[in-house]
Antibody, heavy 115, light 110 residues
């Protein structure tokens, strides 16, 4: 059974950093692109970033460029999102999702940026 | 990277058909067939309903269908059921090698 479990969310102040993790199981992680998608409270979905199977290609939405870094460790079946210089508008539930199309999603982890 | 445009809400009676539109540009929906649709119930993760414009994953009811014309993609739900009441989002690949979601549509079953 495919499982994606996010962790690392929490409450941080503006300007601080946070690292999200997504642990994958039930499939060959190294064979799939992986993405992060977020959803602000009461708002719509927003694609954040993705990374190629071997980590050689990464893409991200303009609003997080230079602040967020997506990475992966295929030996640990894990996906990461390093979030620096956090802003109030980054407050959201962050989901990891497998490949494209995104047939498998995690349950999400809530990041709250507030002073 | 503006969000794709969807109607805020669509409603229908049980058994009826409804269509949700998703309008983009020539930099996303108009050029790429990587358009997919997701259903999201409150407090839940999104669920894939349609991918590559019109393909249905196994396990998804054949009451759901997708199409595309020029810069607009559409999701049709036929034989509307109470369980279809949810938020629906389209998404498309873009010429910037990114993805963009639609603004979302709340479907209400009257």
């Amino acid at each position: 059974e495919v499982q994606l479990v996010e962790s690392g969310g929490g409450l941080v102040q503006p300007g601080e950093s946070l690292r999200l993790s997504c642990e994958a199981s039930g499939f060959s992680f190294r064979n799939y692109w992986m993405s992060w998608v977020r959803q602000a409270p009461g708002k719509g979905l927003e694609w954040v970033a993705n990374i190629k199977e071997d980590g050689s290609e990464r893409n991200s939405v303009d609003s997080v460029k230079g602040r967020f870094t997506i990475s992966r460790d295929n030996a640990k079946n894990s996906l990461y999102l390093q979030m620096n210089s956090l802003r109030a508008e980054d407050t959201a539930v962050y989901y990891c999702a497998r490949g494209y199309p995104w047939a498998y999603w995690g349950q999400g982890t809530l990041v709250t940026v507030s002073s | 990277q503006s969000a794709l445009t969807q109607p805020a809400s669509v409603s229908g009676s049980p058994g009826q058909s409804i269509t949700i539109s998703c309008t983009g540009t020539s930099s996303d929906v108009g050029t790429y067939n990587y358009v997919s649709w997701y259903q999201q119930h409150p407090g839940k993760a999104p669920k894939l309903m349609i991918y590559d414009v019109s393909n249905r994953p196994s396990g998804v009811s054949n009451r759901f269908s997708g199409s595309k014309s020029a810069n607009t993609a559409s999701l049709t739900i036929s034989g509307l059921q109470a369980e279809d009441e949810a938020d629906y989002y389209c998404t498309s690949y873009t010429s910037s090698s990114t993805y963009v979601f639609g603004t979302g549509t709340k479907v209400t079953v009257l």
